[in-house]
């Protein structure tokens, strides 16, 4: 009989079953009670007793190197790192510098101000294009919205795409004059970051996965010494937003945001896909909630308002905000905007990810079809910092490209929207005249120098 | 309708993913999963009837959820940080729809029509979104104001300080070779296969395409040994 045959565990366990197959438990009251408070303290504060019936996928991935499976690209004193504590307090190393930057489609295709604002730090601190940062044209998207969306993929695809990608970040140095693994993966988006470390704990944990991806990494060049090339850590630009946020507010800020009040929503797949990995501080909303965004928040200075619904997911969906818009927009409506606006009166939503800013940030508007008139800007931590910091909101930060009244937001932090659009109307003549500025020098996108 | 043997082939196949026995562990019906599920607030869906399905081994119900439920959830995965016994429903379903699609399932095919666009871009490109969609004309719900600036979609592109991203029809530069890797991945691993069983008309226009850009490729390193 199956582990998994329903008979088989009325027998044991005395309850099971949906519908017709439902049976009472028939516990004592306080033996209910010592069952639901286990469930209770789960959700209330996520303690470290689920930690203790968790693996750290690491723990494996480090023997399998010894082993001599796989070669791990490891994160250096080179890449300046800090250590930060996960849900269970586990460590994690988030490199600083020479990182390999992994676009968002999303981010890339629909809210260019995320990427632009990131680099736009990094070479505000300084950082040399080409030996502290690199972006170039050899990826892909992790594939993973399409797979969440329609079901086409598998996990083999999946994790051809992630090690393809990753192999590229570990070789990418070398046309730029660095050995390998100088660049370090920093990955935008933060589906991609929850799908590359489900898929990473795939590939660790099944001997089988990595016998056939390893065929096709054989086939695409992209084996070193015969081994896959697997990251030692999977790290999200807002883990790098977040280490660095003492220094991009002592060093670097210009305007006083105390007045603004902020809430944030963090994405799903960035805290709730392979949740163990998410960075949380005990100094940031007590540790109990992931603390990134909040962390830049604070920093800066700005108000972090709470709200009840900071839990909720914004109503991307993946197909639904394709094909399925009504489900997307009804949700970002009535359980994120509404309830920011009523509850905490925000003058922003920050946000981390690529999809939760164009559902919450597009789907505004629809609203007065159901006397829904309210409204709120909505952008990227690193947007919102790199306002703070006295960057264009127009060249830099991109906000051209949002739908919500962030004019509102920039008026309020007193930076006047008016004239920065002037400047970049004028600025658009010179781009039509091939005048164009930029954050590096283009040749090396395409393994130039700089 | 489904004989009852394909049902269970159905159910065979779910349960024979190898992710199967770590998204589903048990299940207490707290229901934690479905207070918290997005998609529960719009659908007749429930996280957790998919869980107690699967974990009753009810393959007539589990066909049925198959036809509509499973494309309901949102994939934000919610249930599965929540579960006390680390179920992971939407990892559950991921699942499912893999197999609906292997098993050619009519409701997969209609549900997924009104995605192509979105495979075609991801197939050819490897990127799911660029620029020329985000268009008043494809998104009407968005506003007539969905941008603050107007112009020419190419010069506002330009205007975007990363060489990269100066792109309309993807959402940032891919190189060539990239993409031929990338088709290789997608045959090597059934996933244009699986493009084939759901839409006939969508796999030959990507196949044309893969076609073009392979060949496009070879000229380009025959043109790299000459040069050489």
Avoid at chain 1, 90 to 105: A, G, R, Y
Avoid at chain 1, 317 to 328: A, D, K, L, M
Avoid at chain 1, 344 to 372: E, F, S
Wanted: charged fraction near 25%; include cysteine.
């Amino acid at each position: 009989m199956n582990s998994k045959d329903p008979k088989a565990n009325n027998e044991t366990q005395g309850v099971a079953g949906h519908g017709s197959f439902f049976q009472q438990t028939d516990l004592s009251r306080e033996e209910a009670v010592k069952a639901t408070d286990w469930v209770r303290k789960h959700v209330d504060r996520r303690t470290v007793d689920l930690g203790d019936r968790m693996d750290d996928v690491r723990e494996h991935m480090y023997e399998l190197e010894k082993d001599g499976e796989i070669i791990i690209h490891r994160i250096t004193d080179e890449h300046e790192p800090q250590t930060v504590k996960t849900l269970f307090g586990w460590e994690k190393k988030i490199p600083t510098k020479q990182l390999w930057h992994h676009k968002s489609c999303g981010q890339c295709g629909n809210i260019p101000g995320y990427p632009t604002s990131l680099m736009w730090f990094m070479n505000e601190f300084g950082y040399v294009p080409g030996k502290d940062y690199l972006d170039e044209t050899d990826q892909t998207s992790c594939t993973a919205w399409n797979y969440h969306g329609s079901g086409i993929g598998n996990v083999e695809s999946l994790a051809a795409v992630f090690l393809r990608n990753f192999h590229q970040a570990y070789v990418s140095g070398k046309q730029h004059g660095h050995e390998l693994g100088h660049f370090f993966p920093l990955v935008h988006c933060g589906t991609s970051f929850g799908n590359y470390k489900e898929i990473r704990k795939y590939l660790i944990e099944s001997a089988e996965l990595r016998e056939k991806v390893k065929k096709i990494l054989g086939k695409l060049g992209r084996l070193v010494d015969g081994k896959l090339v697997i990251p030692e850590e999977i790290v999200h630009y807002s883990e790098w937003v977040h280490v660095m946020r003492n220094r991009i507010a002592s060093e670097l800020q210009k305007i006083d945001v105390s007045n603004i009040r902020t809430t944030t929503h963090v994405a799903c797949h960035y805290y709730k896909m392979v949740h163990e990995d998410a960075v949380y501080d005990p100094e940031v909303l007590g540790g109990n909630r992931t603390a990134i965004i909040t962390s830049i928040a604070q920093a800066l200075g700005a108000q972090t308002i709470d709200y009840s619904t900071w839990y909720d997911c914004c109503g991307f969906g993946f197909r639904h905000i394709i094909s399925e818009r009504e489900f997307t927009r009804s949700f970002t409506m009535d359980r994120k905007i509404r309830v920011a606006r009523e509850e905490a009166n925000a003058d922003v939503m920050l946000a981390n990810d690529t999809g939760c800013v164009t559902t919450m940030d597009k789907n505004q508007w629809i609203g007065r079809a159901h006397d829904q008139n309210f409204s709120i800007p909505i952008m990227a931590d690193v947007q919102f910092a790199a306002l703070a910091c006295g960057a264009d909101p127009f060249k830099i930060v991109q906000l051209q490209w949002h739908a919500s009244p962030c004019e509102d937001l920039v008026e309020k932090m007193g930076i006047s929207w008016s004239q920065a659009k002037k400047n970049f109307q004028e600025y658009l003549k010179e781009v039509e005249n091939g005048n164009i500025e930029y954050l590096y020098n283009p040749e090396l996108a395409y393994g130039g120098q700089a | 309708m489904a004989t009852y043997a394909e049902m269970q082939q159905i159910y065979d196949d779910i349960r024979g993913d190898f992710r199967y026995d770590s998204e589903l562990n048990g299940c207490l019906n707290c229901g934690i999963c479905t207070a918290t599920c997005p998609a529960a607030h719009f659908y007749d869906y429930s996280p957790r009837e998919i869980v107690q399905l699967l974990w009753t081994e009810n393959v007539e119900q589990i066909y049925d959820a198959m036809q509509e439920k499973i494309w309901a959830c949102a994939q934000c995965m919610t249930c599965a940080a929540r579960c006390p016994f680390k179920n992971s429903p939407g990892g559950l379903v991921a699942i499912m729809r893999e197999v609906a699609i292997k098993h050619e399932m009519q409701s997969a095919k209609d549900v997924l029509r009104p995605f192509g666009r979105v495979m075609l871009k991801l197939i050819t490109t490897g990127n799911q979104l660029s620029p020329d969609m985000i268009q008043p004309d494809h998104f009407p719900d968005w506003g007539p104001n969905i941008q603050k600036v107007e112009g020419d979609l190419s010069v506002l592109r330009k205007a975007i300080p990363v060489k990269t991203l100066q792109t309309v029809e993807t959402a940032w530069e891919v190189s060539l070779k990239t993409s031929v890797e990338m088709y290789t991945i997608w045959e090597m691993t059934g996933v244009m296969k699986s493009l084939e069983l759901m839409d006939e008309n969508l796999f030959d226009v990507i196949e044309d395409f893969i076609d073009e850009k392979r060949e496009e490729y070879e000229e380009w390193l025959e043109e790299q040994e000459d040069e050489d």
